[in-house]
């Protein structure tokens, strides 16, 4: 069964800068379409990025367009979001998703993927 982990979360200052990633055990990431959400308290979980397992092609929430990139390396069996010029509203739990086909959803929503991570937590804050 695939089990996802996320890390690199945490406090940053409004402009600062994150990197999550997203690991894997057992289970090779480059088979799997994966995809970050986040969920602010009092809010739904909301997609921000998805990869595709066949050619990386991206889809990005237009909230995050052009400050946060997601990338895989499967080398390390790995997913990643790097997030530049955080803002306030950016502060969530993150998680990472999987589905088991090649290509992300034309929506990608949370019902669209089978595996979870547990979250990792960002803070952004003055």
């Known amino acids: 069964q695939l089990q996802l982990v996320e890390s690199g979360g945490g406090l940053v200052q409004p402009g600062g800068s994150l990197r999550l990633s997203c690991a894997a055990s057992g289970v090779t990431l480059a088979s799997y379409a994966i995809a970050w959400f986040r969920q602010a308290p009092g809010k739904e979980r909301e997609a921000v990025a998805c990869?595709?397992?066949?050619?990386?092609?991206?889809t990005y929430a237009d909230s995050v367009k052009g400050r946060f990139t997601i990338s895989r390396d499967n080398a390390k069996n790995g997913v990643y979001l790097q997030m530049n010029s955080l803002k306030f509203e950016d502060t969530a739990v993150y998680y990472c998703?999987?589905?088991?086909?090649?290509?992300?959803?034309?929506?990608?929503?949370?019902?669209?993927?089978?595996?979870w991570g547990q979250g990792t937590q960002v803070t952004v804050s003055s």
């Open positions: 990869i595709s397992s066949s050619d990386d092609s991206t």
């Open positions: 998703a999987a589905r088991p086909y090649y290509y992300c959803p034309g929506y990608v929503w949370p019902g669209g993927f089978a595996s």
